[in-house]
């Protein structure tokens, strides 16, 4: 089983500022199967990017994410006060799918 | 509007058995594979099942294979989970998610809490 690290766990930052998000696997990734979430507390995940770099319908452009192989980012180029929240990785790949840890985005 | 609607959740004695039910409306049901989520409280995501859109394919995770059992009615719009031997671990919030021909979740309905406790 593939297992995705998620770095750093927290991110303090403040509103406006660049927020670069890390998903590392344990083994080399399709990049057509690496996909970013957010979380809201009390809500169900949100698609943010699907095969690696393609963001999801409705998602800012503020929002990209980039990789290949084992290394995955997700860039938040300025925070809104919206974008505070938890980030979870995903991949999909033998039969199965695993997310990472998540790396919560605080207000700093 | 793509809706997903689970229920059936709530507080259940361990080695006990709940059925979990999610409603989908707003997109030809038919015609998209499905996975069970799940999250306990405070924690990360946890992948469940997979079934495909006839139902011919279904995949679980280890920890929960061979107690719950992933179906789907697509006559009804329905997917559902059986859960059997529940134990403490397995109390989390619960989600279907639509897969995506990228096998990404596109779509996840709002959750349902199931709580294993004496």
């Known amino acids: 089983e593939i297992v995705l690290t998620q770095s750093p766990g927290t991110l303090s930052l403040s509103p406006g500022e660049r927020a670069t998000l890390s998903c590392r696997a344990s083994q080399s990734v399709s990049s057509s199967y690496l996909a970013w979430y957010q979380q809201k507390p009390g809500q169900a995940p949100r698609l943010l990017i699907y095969?690696?770099?393609s963001r999801a319908t409705g998602i800012p452009d503020r929002f990209s994410g980039s990789g290949s192989g084992t290394d995955f980012t997700l860039t938040i180029s300025r925070l809104e006060p919206e974008d505070f929240a938890v980030y979870y990785c995903q991949q999909y790949g033998s039969f199965s799918w695993t997310f990472g840890q998540g790396t919560k985005v605080e207000i700093k | 509007e793509v809706q997903l609607v689970e229920s059936g959740g709530g507080l259940v004695q361990p080695g006990g058995s709940l059925r979990l039910s999610c409603a989908a409306s707003?997109?030809?049901?038919?015609?998209?594979?499905m996975n069970w989520v799940r999250q306990a409280p405070g924690k990360g995501l946890e992948w469940v099942s997979y079934?495909?859109?006839?139902?011919?394919?279904?995949y679980y995770a280890d920890s929960v294979k061979g107690r719950f059992t992933i179906s789907r009615d697509n006559a009804k719009n329905s997917l559902y989970l059986q859960m059997n031997s529940l134990r403490a671990e397995d109390t989390a919030v619960y989600y279907c998610?639509?897969?995506?021909?990228?096998?990404?979740?596109?779509?996840w309905g709002q959750g349902t809490l199931v709580t294993v406790s004496s």
């Open positions: 707003g997109f030809t049901f038919s015609s998209y594979e």
């Open positions: 095969g690696a770099s």
């Open positions: 079934i495909s859109s006839s139902g011919s394919t279904i």
């Open positions: 998610a639509r897969v995506s021909s990228w096998y990404d979740l596109d779509y």
